[in-house]
């Protein structure tokens, strides 16, 4: 998980948020299903892909190569219908973050899960190699409720440092191969890379000039 930072709204939700949101609020009164998704637009989709680099909001994972991802409400909309369509509350992850065991429902004001637009993320969570830690107990909270440390997702993580501690044998060699390798390496804990985070804290450990 990284720090995201929100994009403008876009103006299909400018126009349509009120509406949307009355229309939702109304049907879960009324017991209507299926509830309306009016939020599923590509013109909202496509500006929150956009903020998160087409990775999952949570995990990093990279999702549109083999999903077309899921818009996620960061608080739930059944916990918050007027939050429906509300624009920070909106973000873009995989399905196994979305749908993670716990996650849906969980709604605690006093005691919230991490919000990567609004929290610094590095102050509650910890990388060990291809391991998130926790520093705090939001830390916990959310490591737990989104499963940041489930099998597939370490194994991901772990084939992707393995990849990085091979081009760090070639950085530590002297002549031309080690420029070639440092210009890689710097490319790989930018934001819009998966598994940034874990890379960065990767890199950093191995005295790599980190920027």
Same mark, same amino acid.
């Given at each position: 998980?990284? =720090?995201?930072?929100?994009?403008?709204?876009?103006?299909?939700?400018?126009?349509?948020?009120?509406?949307?949101?009355?229309?939702? %609020?109304?049907?879960?009164?009324? !017991?209507?299903?299926?509830?309306?998704?009016?939020?599923?637009? /590509?013109?909202? /989709?496509?500006?929150?892909?956009?903020?998160?680099?087409?990775?999952?909001?949570?995990?990093?994972?990279? +999702?549109?190569?083999?999903?077309? !991802?899921?818009?996620?409400?960061?608080?739930? @909309?059944? /916990?918050?219908?007027?939050?429906?369509?509300?624009?920070? *509350?909106?973000?873009?992850?995989?399905? %196994?973050?979305?749908?993670?065991? !716990?996650?849906?429902?969980?709604?605690?004001?006093?005691?919230?899960?991490?919000?990567?637009?609004?929290? *610094?993320?590095? =102050?509650?969570?910890?990388?060990?190699?291809?391991? +998130?830690?926790?520093?705090?107990?939001?830390?916990?909270? &959310?490591?737990?409720?989104?499963?940041? =440390?489930?099998?597939?997702?370490?194994?991901?993580?772990?084939?992707?440092?393995?990849?990085?501690?091979?081009?760090?044998?070639?950085?530590?060699?002297?002549?031309?191969? @080690? &420029?070639?390798?440092?210009?890689?390496?710097?490319?790989?804990?930018? *934001?819009?890379?998966?598994?940034?985070?874990?890379?960065?804290?990767?890199?950093?450990?191995? /005295?790599?000039?980190?920027?």
């Amino acid at each position: 998980m990284i =720090n995201l930072v929100k994009l403008p709204k876009p103006k299909i939700l400018i126009d349509n948020e009120k509406t949307w949101t009355i229309e939702y %609020r109304k049907a879960i009164r009324t !017991g209507k299903k299926p509830l309306p998704t009016k939020y599923n637009q /590509k013109e909202i /989709k496509d500006i929150l892909i956009a903020e998160t680099c087409g990775k999952c909001a949570y995990c990093e994972s990279k +999702v549109t190569a083999v999903y077309p !991802g899921d818009i996620e409400h960061i608080l739930p @909309k059944n /916990k918050r219908p007027d939050l429906y369509v509300e624009w920070s *509350n909106l973000t873009f992850s995989c399905h %196994r973050c979305n749908s993670a065991e !716990g996650k849906g429902s969980y709604y605690n004001l006093s005691n919230p899960l991490i919000n990567p637009y609004i929290d *610094n993320v590095d =102050n509650h969570l910890l990388w060990v190699g291809p391991i +998130v830690l926790q520093k705090t107990p939001k830390g916990l909270l &959310t490591g737990n409720k989104l499963g940041l =440390n489930r099998l597939g997702l370490v194994q991901s993580r772990e084939e992707k440092l393995e990849e990085i501690a091979e081009w760090l044998k070639v950085w530590n060699l002297e002549g031309p191969a @080690k &420029t070639i390798a440092e210009d890689h390496l710097d490319k790989q804990y930018h *934001n819009s890379k998966e598994y940034s985070a874990a890379v960065k804290k990767y890199l950093k450990q191995n /005295k790599f000039p980190v920027r």
